[in-house]
């Protein structure tokens, strides 16, 4: 039997059945119902074991229904591309028989497992290598996802996008704007899921220090999208070489988190010693082994990633099936999850402060809270770039509903995951966290992620932040610390217009928009919060102390106060930043020290510095005080 795919039609079903030699061999496979592309999706199978007679098996049906099986392949005499595949279900499945056996037909079609479009779009002036060297070993994006087992296809009109000009920036707005429009180009708008990824090549982030970032929004186009910073890679190297081989790298990296790939050096995976093409160089071996990853590269992915790209259930693989992070492909690896234990060493503090006014938020506010990281110990600790980016992949928030009681309900605890997964250059290295210096602060967002809402629901929640830093072999251990927890509630609605206002705050489009702090994506977004601050701070009594509509002023403040890329009739252009709007919006917060109570530390004193900078755009130039 031929390695690779087959592919059958037996009146009844479709069969795409995938066998993989590795580990003694390998089936999986999808049934569907039979037609023409695209075929309405039945069910996934994968072998489990094998004996004597055949494999056992998992089928996963639509709506996650699963059952246990017996397959068996029988060949063809002097046909080797050609197989009779048998398909028994324990259980009954939506669509698929119970008490016969499913057989089709099937002929091998081609060495690869699955098949993935890319669409690629450049900025004007950006230069991207087609192909690098590593190891003598020549190798572009195509062939590391062939090494996979994935055939690459080119989708759409690769197209040049206008460099940044007349305003507007790479910001994770403009970013997800600019994938939403370019697929809604040669694809049909609304919800799809497709073995088809948009991919950016563009100049540099908004925000310095990003190399690549993956989009997972609950909306039209999850884990479709993805960008790289291809300058900002060419600015952290020094020679031409280093450049062509980081841009490839991450290029790969992205559109393996498309693929629901995570970093190998995350808690949940444990593996900071992988040169696989989903770590860091910068953090392999705990940071300290950026030569020995590039020696030991190959442009590849580590055994359980190749399986779970292979032979993993078509909605946890294919971009829009699944939410990011949430197939565990990892843990059945041989060798298991390697153990990363909670780290005991005193001294250093995790927690998360709400706001002065209390860890309590109004029913459709947006939930933010500030990070903080605190060494009062003696000992130093080596940290990266953006350690407490909940984006970057080291920052976790463990999400458990509770009861009345406060009692955790465990089986509903989940990790926030972010609609936007950045990638980042840590090329400066680790930053020394020594004993005295000043705590490490971040604010972080928490209501709407790539599953959509994580704490929609009025009642009682535990948060706690966990937090690993990545050690080495003959070096620091890897640290993992958990933070204490943090009781907070979300009120039930007091009112009938908070329960009107919370309901059209809680559409999938409206938290998206939220998430990012603007933007013109996401339909009227924009007009639907603007509306409900307007209505609240002229019915609210006292609405500067009302903390849903002190959120949705400082959200709209920084709405405005950026530039953004729109695209109407196949043409990019600029809705230009307004700085009085955003001084409408934000100059009143600043103004009244109970409004500020309604936000975490680290966001009000940014909400104070972003009113003092639009300021500064609205004032004219005022000579220095001697000169007057």
């Known amino acids: 039997m031929l390695e690779g795919r087959y592919e059958g039609d037996s009146g009844r079903y479709f069969l795409e059945l995938r066998f993989d030699s590795t580990g003694g061999g390998v089936v999986s496979g999808d049934l569907f119902v039979p037609g023409p592309a695209p075929r309405d999706h039945l069910a996934s199978f994968r072998t489990s074991g094998k004996g004597d007679d055949g494999w056992s098996v998992v089928c996963q049906a639509t709506g996650r229904r699963i059952s246990g099986g017996a397959l068996t392949l029988t060949g063809f005499a002097g046909d080797d591309e050609a197989v009779t595949m048998k398909l028994s279900l324990d259980q009954p499945l939506p669509g698929l028989p119970f008490g016969e056996p499913i057989v089709v037909v099937a002929r091998w079609v081609s060495a690869a497992f699955r098949r993935l479009a890319i669409e690629t779009e450049t900025e004007q002036g950006v230069q991207v290598p087609e192909t690098t060297t590593v190891n003598g070993v020549r190798a572009s994006v195509a062939d590391c996802l062939r090494r996979a087992g994935i055939e690459v296809t080119t989708a759409g009109r690769p197209s040049r996008i206008n460099a940044e000009a007349g305003g507007w920036r790479w910001s994770d707005a403009n970013v997800q704007t600019l994938l939403e429009a370019l697929a809604n180009t040669h694809r049909e708008p609304g919800p799809r899921v497709d073995w088809q990824i948009q991919l950016l090549q563009l100049s540099r982030s908004s925000q310095e220090g990003i190399y690549g970032v993956m989009y997972d929004e609950a909306g039209p186009d999850p884990r479709q999208g993805c960008a790289v910073f291809v300058d900002e890679i060419r600015a952290g190297f020094g020679t031409d070489a280093e450049r062509e081989r980081e841009i490839i790298m991450t290029t790969a990296h992205e559109l393996g988190h498309a693929l629901n790939l995570t970093h190998r050096f995350e808690r949940a995976v444990g593996r900071a010693g992988s040169t696989s093409v989903m770590n860091y160089p910068q953090e392999y071996d705990g940071g300290g082994g950026v030569d020995g990853f590039w020696r030991r590269f190959t442009y590849s992915f580590d055994p359980d990633e190749l399986a779970f790209l292979r032979?993993?259930?078509?909605?946890?693989?294919?971009?829009?099936?699944?939410?990011?992070?949430?197939?565990?492909?990892?843990?059945?690896?041989?060798?298991?999850?390697?153990?990363?234990?909670?780290?005991?060493?005193?001294?250093?503090?995790?927690?998360?402060?709400?706001?002065?006014?209390?860890?309590?938020?109004?029913?459709?506010?947006?939930?933010?809270?500030?990070?903080?990281?605190?060494?009062?110990?003696?000992?130093?600790?080596?940290?990266?770039?953006?350690?407490?980016?909940?984006?970057?992949?080291?920052?976790?928030?463990?999400?458990?509903?509770?009861?009345?009681?406060?009692?955790?309900?465990?089986?509903?605890?989940?990790?926030?995951?972010?609609?936007?997964?950045?990638?980042?250059?840590?090329?400066?290295?680790?930053?020394?966290?020594?004993?005295?210096?000043?705590?490490?602060?971040?604010?972080?967002?928490?209501?709407?992620?790539?599953?959509?809402?994580?704490?929609?629901?009025?009642?009682?929640?535990?948060?706690?932040?966990?937090?690993?830093?990545?050690?080495?072999?003959?070096?620091?251990?890897?640290?993992?610390?958990?933070?204490?927890?943090?009781?907070?509630?979300?009120?039930?609605?007091?009112?009938?217009?908070?329960?009107?206002?919370?309901?059209?705050?809680?559409?999938?489009?409206?938290?998206?928009?939220?998430?990012?702090?603007?933007?013109?994506?996401?339909?009227?977004?924009?007009?639907?919060?603007?509306?409900?601050?307007?209505?609240?701070?002229?019915?609210?009594?006292?609405?500067?102390?009302?903390?849903?509509?002190?959120?949705?002023?400082?959200?709209?403040?920084?709405?405005?106060?950026?530039?953004?890329?729109?695209?109407?009739?196949?043409?990019?252009?600029?809705?230009?930043?307004?700085?009085?709007?955003?001084?409408?919006?934000?100059?009143?917060?600043?103004?009244?020290?109970?409004?500020?109570?309604?936000?975490?530390?680290?966001?009000?004193?940014?909400?104070?510095?972003?009113?003092?900078?639009?300021?500064?755009?609205?004032r004219p130039e005022q000579p220095p005080p001697e000169a007057l």
């Open 311 to 618: 032979h993993g259930t078509r909605s946890a693989v294919m971009p829009g099936g699944a939410p990011f992070h949430s197939a565990d492909y990892w843990s059945s690896a041989p060798g298991g999850r390697p153990t990363l234990p909670v780290s005991t060493v005193a001294g250093f503090e995790l927690s998360l402060i709400p706001p002065p006014v209390g860890a309590y938020f109004a029913f459709g506010q947006p939930i933010q809270l500030e990070v903080k990281l605190s060494n009062t110990g003696r000992r130093t600790l080596l940290v990266p770039r953006g350690v407490l980016d909940i984006k970057a992949g080291y920052l976790e928030i463990l999400v458990e509903p509770t009861g009345a009681a406060g009692t955790a309900r465990a089986d509903e605890t989940q990790a926030f995951t972010p609609t936007i997964q950045r990638c980042l250059d840590l090329t400066p290295g680790r930053r020394p966290f020594a004993p005295g210096d000043r705590p490490l602060t971040r604010n972080v967002s928490l209501s709407f992620g790539s599953g959509g809402f994580t704490m929609a629901e009025p009642g009682g929640y535990r948060l706690t932040p966990v937090l690993t830093v990545p050690g080495r072999a003959g070096g620091p251990a890897t640290v993992v610390l958990r933070g204490s927890t943090l009781a907070v509630w979300v009120a039930y609605p007091k009112t009938q217009l908070d329960e009107m206002h919370a309901t059209r705050l809680l559409q999938q489009s409206v938290g998206a928009w939220t998430s990012l702090a603007g933007g013109s994506s996401f339909g009227d977004a924009a007009t639907v919060v603007r509306e409900i601050r307007e209505e609240r701070m002229k019915v609210v009594e006292n609405p500067l102390r009302d903390p849903l509509t002190v959120s949705l002023s400082r959200t709209l403040g920084i709405h405005f106060s950026r530039s953004y890329l729109v695209h109407e009739k196949q043409e990019l252009s600029t809705v230009r930043k307004e700085p009085e709007l955003a001084a409408t919006m934000l100059r009143p917060l600043v103004d009244d020290a109970g409004a500020l109570n309604c936000f975490d530390p680290t966001t009000a004193r940014e909400t104070e510095e972003l009113a003092a900078e639009i300021e500064r755009l609205l």
